[in-house]
């Protein structure tokens, strides 16, 4: 219940304004924003990478309602594209289709997302295309196909928690795109999404075991060689973290063909030992001054969040 009302919230422009102008709102959404500007969440790529963890740089903002908005994204994330390279931060870009427009111009989104994509090909970046709710998931594919016809440095994610992935990881395997595999975020009816979170787990552990038979076949130095099909697994959850690296090691997985993937300020203590117990730790760094759905999506996923943050709202 508590899910489905923070989900709501994330979308509710009364909740937005009422959290955006409190101070406590930003406070709270610090811990898990690298700051507003990009030039703040550089800093904190740099101090991410000097403990061994490579990071995904996402400017926040979803949903555009004009195509200038979409413009304007377009030319941040070109923008953090050449701030990565001047910096030499390890770092790759994640973005959302809705952010480009997709919801408005399917046409004028893949226009804008090409530049991005070729901007990361010219300075040896790599994109990876965020996956949001399933009114977007086809578009989603058929966009990201439609840029593998001239790039090989953009991937997407597949959510565990929708029946369809199966077989779109198999599909998606088969034409060597990287992929990112999460639980999901959204909140979807239950003819498209396993309605138990139990369910989503085991089919999380399941996708996870598939990917690793599918990577195993192709080994980075068949690839294309500047972008391995590297499979990401993004969790937090230390269940599905102990069946990986059970699987890693009954199916003599090399460490160099998977990573790790988490949120920036969730279980940084995890994150730093992964790194340490010498497996590849991709963390995602969001930055901006959209971050207020990012931020609910967040507190929705855990309690102990919302606790925290209302307790202090109700306090002031
Ligand atoms: C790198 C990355 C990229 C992602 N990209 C996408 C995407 O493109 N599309 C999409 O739909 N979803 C995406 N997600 C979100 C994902 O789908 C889940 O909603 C989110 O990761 C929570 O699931 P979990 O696997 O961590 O497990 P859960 O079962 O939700 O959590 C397991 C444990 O992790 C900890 N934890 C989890 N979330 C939090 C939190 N917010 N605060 C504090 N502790 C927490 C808690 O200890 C919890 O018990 C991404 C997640 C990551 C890490």
Not at 2 to 20: E, I, M
Request: charged share 25%; net charge positive; aromatic share 12%.
């Amino acid at each position: 219940m508590l899910r489905l009302l923070f989900l709501y919230l994330s979308t509710a422009q009364w909740a937005r304004a009422l959290v955006t102008r409190s101070s406590l709102g930003w406070l709270t959404a610090s811990r898990f924003v690298a700051g507003e500007t990009v030039d703040a969440a550089i800093e904190v790529i740099r101090t991410l990478n000097a403990k061994g963890i490579n990071a995904t740089l996402d400017h926040l903002g979803e949903s555009v309602s004009t195509l200038a908005e979409a413009d304007h994204a377009t030319e941040a994330y070109l923008l953090a594209l050449d701030k990565i390279a001047a910096s030499k931060v390890r770092s790759n870009v994640s973005l959302k289709l809705t952010q480009f427009g997709l919801a408005l111009d399917y046409t004028a989104c893949l226009r804008n997302v090409r530049r991005v994509v070729e901007k990361a090909y010219a300075t040896q970046n790599f994109v990876r295309i965020d996956m949001e709710d399933t009114p977007f998931t086809d578009q989603t594919f058929q966009l990201l196909r439609e840029l593998r016809r001239e790039f090989d440095n953009v991937g997407v994610v597949v959510q565990a928690y929708l029946y369809r992935t199966e077989e779109d990881l198999l599909a998606l395997t088969a034409e060597k795109i990287r992929l990112r595999l999460c639980k999901g975020a959204y909140n979807e009816p239950p003819d498209k999404a396993f309605p138990k979170k139990a369910d989503t787990d085991a089919n999380y552990v399941k996708l996870a075991n598939l990917l690793l038979d599918r990577t195993q076949t192709i080994s980075p130095a068949d690839a294309s060689g500047r972008t391995p099909p590297m499979p990401g697994f993004a969790t937090h959850d230390e269940q599905m973290i102990a069946a990986i690296k059970a699987a890693v090691v009954e199916k003599k997985t090399p460490r160099e063909y998977f990573e790790f993937q988490m949120l920036y300020g969730i279980r940084r203590e995890l994150q730093e030992q992964l790194a340490k117990e010498g497996y590849a730790m991709r963390v995602y760094v969001p930055y901006g001054t959209e971050w207020y759905p990012y931020f609910v999506r967040r507190l929705a996923e855990r309690p102990a969040n919302v606790w925290f943050f209302v307790s202090n709202f109700f306090r002031r």
